[in-house]
Nanobody, 129 residues
Framework: QVQLVESGGALVQPGGSLRLSCTAS????????VGWFRRTPEKEREVVAC????????NYADSVRRRFTITRLSDNTAVYLNMKYLKPEDTAIYFC??????????????????????WGQGTQVTVVS
């Protein structure tokens, strides 16, 4: 399993921007689709974006589409989540993960947890005036 480390979370005002980083500390992400997820007190886990292993496909939850952009380095050592026009409802702990249950194709964007996933420790994003 690949080990993941997130960073970049911060406290920002509404309308602000952040870039979250997901770094592979062991192995690389070469063969994996990677997802960014978030957790709030109201919702245990929401997948907000994913990028396929080839980087040819990206998908977004409706709540973040046109505001968030997921990218990955060509050497597959990191995946980023660029967030702009942040809203208070974006406040959450953000995680990156790989999991065979993450479907990230042009026809399928879904997530069913498996026991083979790799998760980072999370990074807190707080959007408040």
């Amino acid at each position: 399993q690949v080990q993941l480390v997130e960073s970049g979370g911060a406290l920002v005002q509404p309308g602000g921007s952040l870039r979250l980083s997901c770094t592979a500390s062991s192995a690389t992400l070469h063969y994996y689709a990677v997802g960014w997820f978030r957790r709030t007190p109201e919702k245990e886990r929401e997948v907000v974006a994913c990028i396929s292993a080839s980087a040819r496909t990206t998908n977004y939850a409706d709540s973040v589409r046109r505001r968030f952009t997921i990218t990955r380095l060509s050497d597959n050592t990191a995946v980023y989540l660029n967030m702009k026009y942040l809203k208070p409802e974006d406040t959450a702990i953000y995680f990156c993960a790989t999991d065979p249950g993450l479907m990230c194709s042009a026809s399928n964007f879904s997530y069913s947890p498996t026991t083979f996933g790799s998760w980072g420790q999370g990074t807190q994003v707080t959007v408040v005036s």
